[in-house]
């Protein structure tokens, strides 16, 4: 599953942000989708640009391949685990 | 006005704000999907048994969910296919199972192909060995395989009054003192 878009409002933006980890909770999203539908075969890709790509490496736990970065098993199920705790 | 450049704390603040990966070319898209591919394949195969059942667990655990929220109108058995489900991604033989929670091969086989409906203390046993499998696994409401079963229940029931309806609708009324009253 491949995001291609993701965006989050001015107003959760930035230190003054409203609200936190609204990108981690629509990547986290997308991995359950991708998780119900293949199981052990389940892959979020996404492409940053280079200079944030190691954000989401640290952040996300993600995986870089080329210019494309993937979060996988076992990753996906930890990422998954990690926001449904922080519900 | 002038026009600082961005710095890397930007960027990063950016990527909480969006990001945009749609791909220039379909040529792009092609080589990045096909990098991808083979990474991820040589990572799937150094992927133990462990984390592959816990991925198909995760499965029928949303699965299971996404059954649940919402009414589903079919001829499936989705309590009985969620349990096959269960049962062989974890064990081996369906009997070990059947041991495990004290009951019967038999019995497993009858609510497993439909044959019978499960009894409540078939349900409570799986509840308990669903809490147990799933402790260190995911977050797994032990009310999920009553919700099925019950989902289940209602929808069929629903889906299936012009069967039952017309035969029992003859034998409901209301008493003409509970008429007047309304």
């Known amino acids: 599953m491949h995001i291609r878009l993701l965006t989050v409002s001015k107003d959760n933006k ?10 981690g909770n629509l990547i986290t999203y997308a991995a359950k989708i991708a998780v119900k539908e293949y199981a052990e075969y389940a892959c979020v890709s996404l492409r940053p640009k280079s200079k944030i790509a190691q954000h989401y490496i640290d952040k996300y736990n993600m995986k870089l391949t080329g210019m ?3 979060i996988e098993v076992p990753e996906i199920l930890d990422l998954i685990n990690h926001y449904d705790h922080e519900k | 006005m002038t026009m600082r ?3 890397n704390k930007d960027f990063i603040e950016d990527a909480e704000y969006g990001l945009d990966s749609r791909y220039n070319s379909k040529k792009d898209r092609e080589s990045e999907a096909a990098s991808l591919m083979e990474a991820r394949l040589m990572r799937m195969k150094n992927l133990s048994k462990d984390q592959i059942i816990r991925a198909k667990l995760m499965q029928l655990k949303l699965k299971m969910e996404a059954y649940i929220e919402q009414p589903m109108y079919d001829d499936q058995n ?3 296919d969620f349990l096959k489900e269960y049962v062989d991604t974890i064990y081996s033989t369906r009997n070990k199972f059947a041991h495990d929670i004290n009951i019967t091969p038999i019995r ?3 609510v497993i192909n439909n044959h019978r409906d499960p009894k409540d203390e078939f349900i409570m046993k799986l509840m308990i060995h669903s809490e147990k499998v799933y402790e260190n696994i995911c977050d797994f409401q032990k009310e ?4 099925v079963y019950f989902h289940e229940k209602i929808c069929d029931t629903m889906s299936s009054q012009e069967k039952w309806r017309p035969k029992l609708e003859k034998d409901v009324k209301l008493s003409e003192a509970i008429e007047q009253k309304l």
Do not use: N, R
Request: aromatic share 16%; net charge positive.
């Open chain 1, 68 to 70: 494309t970065l993937s």
């Open chain 2, 144 to 147: 999920t395989w009553y919700q």
């Open chain 2, 78 to 80: 989705h309590f009985a």
């Open chain 1, 14 to 23: 930035g230190k003054e942000k409203q609200y936190d980890g609204i990108a």
């Open chain 2, 108 to 110: 497993l086989s009858q």
């Open chain 2, 5 to 7: 450049s961005k710095t």
